[in-house]
């Protein structure tokens, strides 16, 4: 069975999205996204966004930040920072090689496996038996 490193985007809905924000603190940088909230992902709804990884796809570009603007009258920041939002739950993966205190000959062995960065769930556990630096931390 494949293991998952990352939430199933298609399956987080823009209506969890909306509760997660609403129930947290913000830094003062996204507390944008809690403004008009209800309305807000009204319209996003209305405009066929049902969930996080629709709502990346659509918004995923400057160019395309701004044409969804126009066409649902939501401001280019709002967007802009809710774009940021939602891309914070799809981290970037991190290649084994830059773990430190990791044995070459290990790591080849894991890539010799198909592990090649921290996407594999099994990834981490290995890391963290191999590698002294991690296990203390």
Known sequence: ???HYYLDLEQYSVRKLKISLQ???MIPSRVILKD???ERFEILQNNGIHNVKALIAVLSTPQKIERFSTQSGLPIDYLS???REAKSYHSKPIRL???PGVDSNDLDALEAQGIKNSTSARAESILMAMSPCLACC
């Open 36 to 38: 008009q909230i209800e």
């Open 97 to 99: 090689k830059d773990f």
């Open 81 to 83: 920072v809710l774009t």
């Open 1 to 3: 069975m494949k293991e």
């Open 23 to 25: 129930n947290r603190k």
